[in-house]
Nanobody, 127 residues
Framework: QVQLVESGGGLVQAGGSLRLSCAAS????????MGWFRQAPGKEREFVAA????????KYADSVKGRFTISRDKDKNTVYLQMNSLKPEDTAVYYC????????????????????WGQGTQVTVSS
């Protein structure tokens, strides 16, 4: 059974940093594309960042480009989202997700392309 567990969320002041972790279990996640999404109250879930199975390709939403970095540690079966220069508009529940099929270079940025989701972790940025 595939499980994704996010952690690292919390309350931070604008301009601060947080690092989110997504620990995967139930299978090895090496070579499987993974992504981060977020959902603010009253808004649709939106793409934040994605990484290919090999870790060599990444993609970011324009709103976080230059501030957020996605990475993966294959030994730990974990994907990270380093968030710097946080803004109040980054406040949301952050979710990690993965897919069923291996993809060394594939990048997915639509929620419908993902098969497995974590429960989410709350990030709140105060002004």
């Amino acid at each position: 059974q595939v499980q994704l567990v996010e952690s690292g969320g919390g309350l931070v002041q604008a301009g601060g940093s947080l690092r989110l972790s997504c620990a995967a279990s139930g299978r090895t996640f090496n070579m499987y594309p993974m992504g981060w999404f977020r959902q603010a109250p009253g808004k649709e879930r939106e793409f934040v960042a994605a990484v290919s199975g090999s870790g060599g390709n990444t993609k970011y939403a324009d709103s976080v480009k230059g501030r957020f970095t996605i990475s993966r540690d294959k030994d730990k079966n974990t994907v990270y989202l380093q968030m710097n220069s946080l803004k109040p508009e980054d406040t949301a529940v952050y979710y990690c997700a993965t897919v069923q099929l291996i993809g060394a270079i594939a990048i997915f940025s639509r929620a419908g392309q993902y098969d497995y989701w974590g429960q989410g972790t709350q990030v709140t940025v105060s002004s």
